[in-house]
């Protein structure tokens, strides 16, 4: 059984550009949650897609999408790069319904906007 | 507007001491609490989660303790070791929520 795994590991834009990370969800997951963690911080929820619709929304703008495909992965899309989206992006999964079950976290992908 | 609130940022405990990780929340409609581990370069790992129903978990070296009326839940670590220097999250979820909120983190180091 893989765990979840992410791409790319590192990436770096600059200001204005648009970027896309992607997420495949472990084995039998079909619950996708995405977080942004700044340097120093705990990680912040993004958003979270079950069965490809989205299901439930953190504080972050609308330039921040997502996408979830029928095999469950994921994709995060963020728009109009600023500086303050230099964090580690973090994608969970999880079994069952809607996240209320234990998410599992990727190794992450650490974006640096300049 | 932080609704976990973790202390302290950062802790260093010799091997073999108890290394305790403390977490109050506001939302009253929090019903899971998880724990988790985070190394350099990789991402959070789940350690151990209790529910509001019990007061205490223990899993090995670790336990969770729960005080509901006080809003606050702590993380013991036992027989601390090197290979526990970590940052750890506490954090909880609602029970109609899919989101998880994060406590800010606690940088562990645990001397030889």
């Known amino acids: 059984e893989t765990g979840v795994t992410q791409s790319p590991t590192h990436l770096i834009k600059t200001r204005g550009q648009q970027v896309t990370l992607r997420c495949s969800s472990q084995?039998?997951?079909?619950?996708v949650s995405w977080y942004q963690q700044a340097l120093g911080q705990g990680p912040q929820f993004i958003f979270q897609?079950?069965?490809?619709?989205?299901?439930g929304r953190g504080n972050f703008p609308p330039r921040f999408s997502g996408l979830q495909f029928p095999n469950y992965s994921s994709e995060l899309n963020v728009n109009a790069l600023e500086l303050d989206d230099s964090a580690l992006y973090l994608c969970a999964s999880s079994p069952g319904l809607a996240g209320k079950e234990t998410q599992y976290f990727g190794p992450g992908t650490r974006l640096l906007v300049l | 507007q932080q609704q976990v609130k973790q202390s302290p940022q950062s802790l260093i405990v010799q091997k073999g001491g108890i290394s305790i990780i403390n977490c109050a929340y506001e939302n009253t409609a929090f019903d899971y609490f998880p724990w988790y581990q985070q190394f350099p370069g990789k991402g959070p790992a789940l350690l151990i989660a209790?529910?509001?129903?019990?007061s205490e978990k223990k899993e090995g070296r670790f336990t969770i303790s729960f005080n509901k009326s006080a809003k606050q839940f702590s993380l013991h670590i036992m027989d601390s070791q090197p290979g526990d220097s970590a940052t750890y999250f506490c954090a909880a979820r609602g029970s109609s929520g899919s989101r998880l909120t994060f406590g800010e983190g606690t940088q562990l180091t645990v001397n030889p």
């Open positions: 084995s039998g997951h079909n619950t």
């Open positions: 209790i529910r509001p129903d019990v």
């Open positions: 897609y079950y069965r490809e619709e989205e299901n």
